[in-house]
């Protein structure tokens, strides 16, 4: 059974078509643009949302959990339960994002994560499309809430032993290039495949930049856990913001970071290089208290995840995120969701089946109201029961 889908407008993201009709087949987009120029096949099943934007499904590539649950959790049910509560919100696909924990239970963690990937037809929701190491390889200067007792120095050998617990599910790697080891790590990862991202790190601006040279290509939570920018000595942070081989990714929650910052984040990374994440942790969707952030308890209240003063993660979900550049920038619909769908989809090396909205492209899609707000989210050609 085919399925059209139509609306006001329509986000590929890179080009809008108005009036658009998007054609679904076996989970993927088998045709899309004006219904001037789509005819509709016979018995389709027709999905109209009068008024609505469609965009891609939106790729949170920085994510440690929502509903009460944490990524690291060797548990099923938890991962079905985030990946249920962001489809909500218009994620499709997302980085399992672990944080630093004594090696034996990352080596448990990432064993599951990588068998849970590879079970994916077991579960509805969002899509898992691998893991994201978020330490053990970060400075101690910037580490924020990871325990400082289970941070490790970086090596090959060890990145080989983390990825391979995971079944070679590793994508991303956050590192501190100015650790010894870093720069040799790096390199292993680019060879393995996994995205190298720069974070958690006191690196100077040459650091960084040697970082950069050895295939770290992408920053970590943008100014957050970073050396802070000086005119003089811009540190990790000059480096990223200037260097054009380099995304980058921001949480955008009015918390992390000022919104003047964002402005100036996008005006230096411009629309191909920013990307938005949420940092989400278990407390996301949930009310007031004590939540888990991998191995340790996070005081939430409110919008602020807090441990001994420090942030820990956030409550931010990615349609709000979304929402936030809009309303802090002078950025349309149009140029926020490209932040959150065909970017990050870049980076991972998967825009040629996510990210965007064209033919042969799984069929993840959000319908959006125009200020941004979220309908229903398509899932391979699937919406919530």
């Given at each position: 059974?085919?399925?059209?889908?139509?609306?006001?407008?329509?986000?590929?993201?890179?080009?809008?078509?108005?009036?658009?009709?998007?054609?679904?087949?076996?989970?993927?987009?088998?045709?899309?643009?004006?219904?001037?120029?789509?005819?509709?096949?016979?018995?389709?099943?027709?999905?109209?949302?009068?008024?609505?934007i469609l965009t891609p499904g939106f790729i949170d590539i920085h994510?440690?959990?929502?509903?009460?649950?944490?990524?690291?959790?060797?548990?099923?049910?938890?991962?079905?339960?985030?990946?249920?509560?962001?489809?909500?919100?218009?994620?499709?696909?997302?980085?399992?994002?672990?944080?630093?924990?004594?090696?034996?239970?990352?080596?448990?963690?990432?064993?599951?994560?990588?068998?849970?990937?590879?079970?994916?037809?077991?579960?509805?929701?969002?899509?898992?499309?691998?893991?994201?190491?978020?330490?053990?390889?970060?400075?101690?200067?910037?580490?924020?809430?990871?325990?400082?007792?289970?941070?490790?120095?970086?090596?090959?050998?060890?990145?080989?032993?983390?990825?391979?617990?995971?079944?070679?599910?590793?994508?991303?790697?956050?590192?501190?290039?100015?650790?010894?080891?870093?720069?040799?790590?790096?390199?292993?990862?680019?060879?393995?495949?996994?995205?190298?991202?720069?974070?958690?790190?006191?690196?100077?601006?040459?650091?960084?930049?040697?970082?950069?040279?050895?295939?770290?290509?992408?920053?970590?939570?943008?100014?957050?856990?970073?050396?802070?920018?000086?005119?003089?000595?811009?540190?990790?942070?000059?480096?990223?913001?200037?260097?054009?081989?380099?995304?980058?990714?921001?949480?955008?929650?009015?918390?992390?970071?000022?919104?003047?910052?964002?402005?100036?984040?996008?005006?230096?990374?411009?629309?191909?290089?920013?990307?938005?994440?949420?940092?989400?942790?278990?407390?996301?969707?949930?009310?007031?208290?004590?939540?888990?952030?991998?191995?340790?308890?996070?005081?939430?209240?409110?919008?602020?995840?807090?441990?001994?003063?420090?942030?820990?993660?956030?409550?931010?979900?990615?349609?709000?995120?979304?929402?936030?550049?809009?309303?802090?920038?002078?950025?349309?619909?149009?140029?926020?969701?490209?932040?959150?769908?065909?970017?990050?989809?870049?980076?991972?090396?998967?825009?040629?089946?996510?990210?965007?909205?064209?033919?042969?492209?799984?069929?993840?899609?959000?319908?959006?109201?125009?200020?941004?707000?979220?309908?229903?989210?398509?899932?391979?050609?699937?919406?919530?029961?």
């Open positions: 059974m085919k399925t059209a889908i139509t609306a006001a407008r329509l986000f590929t993201p890179t080009e809008i078509v108005e009036h658009p009709v998007l054609i679904v087949e076996d989970g993927r987009i088998a045709a899309v643009g004006p219904r001037t120029h789509v005819p509709l096949p016979a018995n389709v099943q027709l999905q109209d949302f009068p008024g609505a994510i440690h959990g929502g509903s009460g649950h944490d990524v690291m959790e060797v548990d099923g049910s938890a991962l079905a339960a985030i990946e249920r509560a962001m489809i909500k919100h218009g994620v499709t696909s997302y980085l399992a994002t672990t944080v630093t924990a004594p090696l034996p239970a990352t080596l448990k963690s990432l064993e599951h994560l990588g068998k849970s990937q590879r079970t994916r037809e077991d579960r509805t929701g969002s899509a898992l499309l691998g893991i994201h190491l978020e330490g053990p390889f970060i400075s101690h200067a910037k580490r924020g809430v990871h325990p400082p007792e289970n941070l490790l120095r970086p090596s090959p050998e060890l990145l080989r032993q983390l990825h391979e617990a995971s079944g070679g599910t590793v994508r991303m790697l956050t590192i501190a290039p100015e650790l010894e080891g870093g720069l040799e790590t790096i390199a292993a990862a680019t060879q393995l495949g996994i995205q190298a991202s720069l974070g958690h790190s006191n690196a100077t601006f040459a650091e960084a930049s040697a970082g950069i040279q050895a295939g770290a290509h992408h920053a970590t939570h943008t100014f957050n856990a970073m050396r802070s920018l000086d005119h003089r000595e811009p540190g990790i942070v000059g480096a990223v913001l200037s260097d054009d081989r380099v995304t980058a990714d921001l949480i955008v929650d009015g918390l992390h970071v000022a919104p003047s910052m964002v402005k100036l984040f996008l005006s230096a990374k411009g629309a191909e290089r920013a990307i938005l994440i949420t940092d989400a942790i278990s407390a996301t969707g949930m009310p007031d208290g004590r939540y888990k952030l991998g191995g340790f308890e996070v005081e939430v209240k409110g919008d602020r995840c807090d441990l001994d003063g420090k942030l820990a993660g956030s409550v931010l979900t990615l349609d709000r995120a979304v929402r936030n550049v809009m309303r802090y920038t002078s950025s349309t619909l149009q140029d926020s969701v490209r932040l959150a769908t065909l970017n990050p989809a870049r980076l991972l090396g998967i825009n040629e089946t996510r990210g965007m909205l064209a033919p042969g492209r799984i069929a993840d899609v959000v319908v959006l109201t125009p200020q941004g707000d979220v309908i229903t989210t398509m899932a391979a050609g699937k919406f919530p029961v």
